[in-house]
C-alpha cells in the first residue's frame, strides 16, 4: 500500500493578459486498495480567447473519459468491458505483457481521442474566433506505484528520483524534430525563431497520435507535469531538481517552481502538477 500526494499551480505569468493553461488532478484512495490518482496539463493556443476555451474543452473531456476509473470498485458487480479493451487484453497476454497495462493504456488513448474530437468541434463549429485553436495535453494516471504517462504537444512530463530529474516525454514540436536529427544545439532550441511551433495538438486534426508508456514508480518518486511556460523559462532542469529537493510538500514545490519561472521572465502562462509516492516509512503509525 502506498500513499499519493498532488499539488498543482496555475499562474498567468509576466507577459500574457490571458492564462489559456488548464491543470487539473483527482485522487480515489481506499482502505483496502491502491490508490488511483490523475493529473494533467493543457496548454491552450488560437486567438483571443480561443486557445483558453481549448485547453478547457480538452480537460473536461478528459475528466468524462477517465471519470469511471475513479469510481469505487464493488468486487461483486460485472463490469461490461468494451471490444477495444477486450481486444488489447487478448494482445497483451498472447505477447506475454500486462494485460491491465494494455486496457488501462488504450483507455487513455480513447480519452485523449475524445478530447481531440471536442476540441476539433469547437474549432470546426466557431471558425471566425477559433481558427487555429488547439491545446496540448500531457497526463499521468497512477494505479498504485503504476504510472501511465501520456502526452501531445510540448508539455512535458517529468520523473524526480534520487535528486535527478529526467524527462519522460518527447515533445512533438519542430524545435524538437531539429535537435533529435542533430541540425540543431540543445541551447539554440530555446531562441530559435520557431520554438513555438508544435508538430501535434489537440484539435489540429481529425486523428491524433498520442504517446503513451507505463512505468514503475518507486517510494519518495515524484511525477512532474508542466506546460513549456515554466521548462522553457527554467532551462537547467538542475534548478527543478534543487527545487525539489529542498522543498518540505509538494505544495510549496509547486508554488516555488512558479515563482522562480516568473523570476525568469515569466513570457508565458505556468502550469505545474506534481504528484508524490509516499514512502512507506513516512506514512503515519
Not at 181 to 193: E, I, K, W
Request: charged share 20%.
Amino acid at each position: 500500500m502506498v500513499r499519493i500526494e498532488l499539488a498543482v499551480w496555475c499562474d498567468r505569468g509576466q507577459k500574457r493578459e490571458l492564462n489559456e493553461d488548464r491543470v487539473f488532478y483527482q485522487l480515489l484512495a481506499a482502505s483496502d486498495a491502491d490508490p488511483i490518482a490523475v493529473c494533467m496539463v493543457a496548454d491552450g493556443m488560437g486567438g483571443h480567447l480561443a486557445g483558453e476555451v481549448a485547453s478547457h474543452w480538452a480537460i473536461e473531456t478528459l475528466k468524462r473519459g477517465l471519470a469511471d476509473l475513479f469510481v469505487p470498485a464493488d468486487p461483486r458487480q460485472t463490469v461490461p468491458m468494451r471490444a477495444a479493451h477486450v481486444q488489447a487484453a487478448l494482445a497483451s497476454a498472447g505477447s506475454g505483457g500486462h494485460a491491465s497495462d494494455m486496457v488501462i493504456m488504450q483507455h487513455v488513448r480513447e480519452a485523449v481521442s475524445q478530447a481531440n474530437v471536442a476540441v476539433r468541434q469547437y474549432t470546426l463549429h466557431r471558425p471566425s474566433e477559433a481558427l487555429g485553436a488547439g491545446s496540448t495535453i500531457t497526463l499521468a494516471l497512477l494505479k498504485g506505484t503504476r504510472a501511465y504517462v501520456a502526452n501531445v504537444g510540448d508539455s512535458r512530463a517529468y520523473l524526480f528520483r534520487g535528486g535527478r530529474l529526467v524527462q519522460l516525454t518527447k515533445d512533438h514540436s519542430l524545435v524538437a524534430d531539429l535537435v533529435a536529427s542533430g541540425r540543431l544545439s540543445l541551447a539554440d532550441s530555446f531562441t530559435h525563431p520557431h520554438a513555438g511551433v508544435i508538430t501535434r495538438c489537440l484539435g489540429c486534426r481529425q486523428e491524433i497520435q498520442v504517446d503513451i508508456e507505463p512505468h514503475t514508480l518507486q517510494p519518495d518518486d515524484i511525477l512532474l507535469l508542466c506546460s513549456d511556460g515554466l521548462w522553457s523559462m527554467l532551462r537547467d532542469p538542475r534548478t527543478m531538481s534543487r527545487i525539489l529537493r529542498r522543498a518540505d510538500s509538494v505544495q510549496e514545490a509547486a508554488q516555488t517552481l512558479v515563482d522562480a519561472a516568473n523570476r525568469a521572465g515569466g513570457d508565458d502562462n505556468i502550469a505545474v502538477g506534481l504528484m508524490h509516492i509516499v514512502a512507506e516509512r513516512d506514512l503515519p503509525v
